[in-house]
């Protein structure tokens, strides 16, 4: 018996089989370029009293700065230091006062970050309870941040 013909049929099978998983999965290389899928390196969290923010690891807000089109807000106090690309730095415990530095759209996407994640956290939940809608915070701050191998900036 020749394996020949069983041989090219597998293979011609195999071949329309991954043509087919490539197509259903997207191949088209402008979706790459498109928003990254953070799925993995996000948690939303519940704030008490309604609303929520979304937790990013510092891989995920890496991806996210890399075609950044959102406020970065460093909310710790003292400087300590901050992440490339950061637009304001607002006191946490004050983020209610200084609305006016924050987009006026509630939904438009705010990141927010300190050395630990303690104050962002603070400054996140205080933002969703005024219904902001869009709040991210880096989880673990800038601690997490250096620790996954990403450079912070000194200008005091």
Not at 5 to 20: E, M, N, Q, S
Not at 118 to 135: D, F, H, I, K
Request: one cysteine or more; aromatic letters at 8%.
């Amino acid at each position: 018996m020749n394996a020949k013909p069983y041989l090219r049929i597998v293979l011609l099978i195999g071949f329309i089989l991954t043509t087919l998983v490539l197509s259903a999965c997207g191949g088209n290389e402008n979706d790459a370029a498109a928003e990254p899928d953070l799925s993995v390196e996000t948690q939303v969290v519940s704030v008490a009293g309604g609303g929520s923010y979304t937790d990013v690891t510092p891989a995920g807000l890496s991806l996210m700065l890399a075609n950044k089109d959102f406020p970065l807000i460093n909310v710790h106090v003292p400087y300590e230091g901050e992440i490339t690309k950061t637009d304001a730095f607002i006191v946490y415990s004050e983020i209610s006062q200084h609305l006016d530095q924050l987009p006026a759209n509630k939904d438009e996407q705010i990141v927010l970050y300190c050395r630990s994640g303690n104050m962002s956290t603070q400054a996140a939940r205080e933002l969703a309870q005024l219904g902001y809608t869009n709040v991210w915070n880096l989880d673990g701050g800038m601690i997490a941040w250096q620790a996954a191998g990403y450079a912070l900036t000194d200008n005091p």
